[in-house]
């Protein structure tokens, strides 16, 4: 949602880091399009902002590189160890959920999924 209103926006601190006022999209959502090379009028239709909030936030930008580029990094680097997080604990669910034997009267469901988890490791 673009949050237009008759104010000129402006990039705010918010919890989530610097913002677009008006929005929930932060400048390090901004940033990984920009970094990534997208034209500015994609940007623009893919967080459904107004030509004046994403030329705001292109100027901060701007005239912020250092400071912008700074907390970009921590924030890729942030996002890197939840990914790594999530994805050990995601692991070792799975070989929990491996584990843990069938349901009282699922049996038969149960051999069939072992039975196909044996087949697509075979074809691997």
Do not use: C
Not at 81 to 97: D, T
Request: no cysteine.
């Amino acid at each position: 949602m673009s949050g237009a209103t008759n104010a000129q926006p402006t990039i705010v601190r918010t919890e989530r880091g610097l913002s677009i006022s008006g929005t929930r999209i932060t400048i390090y959502d901004v940033m990984d399009y920009v970094t990534a090379g997208y034209p500015t009028h994609f940007i623009r239709g893919l967080f459904n902002l107004s030509e004046a909030q994403i030329e705001t936030a292109l100027q901060y930008i701007q005239d912020n590189r250092a400071l912008v580029e700074a907390e970009y990094q921590q924030v890729l680097k942030q996002s890197e160890e939840r990914q790594q997080y999530y994805q050990q604990l995601n692991r070792e669910l799975h070989v929990r959920s491996r584990q843990t034997p069938p349901q009282p009267g699922m049996e038969a469901a149960w051999e069939k999924l072992q039975a196909r988890r044996a087949k697509r490791q075979r074809s691997a």
